[in-house]
């Protein structure tokens, strides 16, 4: 089983900026990939940013060039450092982790918020 723990939202203005960070415990696997989603109110949980263990990321369109993801194998940690923030931004931000191996599983943190003013 694996436990996440999110931490670092808050209320920023827009063009702020904050750092998310998650931390795992349990068994996360030798290979897994981390990601971070948000959900806005009225609308579904969307994919932000995922990286792979060996350190690939993807972004969503919405954000490239705005958020970086980054992890720590050792530590079984994934930050999100997310700036030029924008209103849009706004949503409840959940860390997620997909294990690949040895075994397949999906585990999500119990989310952050997010606030950006206008």
């Known amino acids: 089983q694996v436990q996440l723990v999110e931490s670092g939202g808050g209320l920023v203005q827009d063009g702020g900026s904050l750092t998310l960070s998650c931390a795992a415990s349990g068994s996360t696997g030798s290979k897994n990939n981390m990601a971070w989603y948000r959900q806005a109110p009225g609308s579904q949980r969307e994919l932000v940013a995922t990286i792979t263990m060996g350190g690939s990321p993807n972004y969503a369109d919405s954000v490239k060039g705005r958020f970086t993801i980054s992890r720590d194998n050792a530590k079984k940690t994934v930050t999100l450092q997310m700036s030029s923030l924008k209103p849009e931004d706004t949503g409840v931000y959940y860390c997620?982790?997909?294990?690949?191996?040895?075994?397949?599983?999906?585990?999500w943190g119990q989310g952050t918020q997010v606030t950006v003013s206008s």
């Open positions: 997620h982790v997909h294990t690949i191996w040895p075994g397949r599983g999906d585990y």
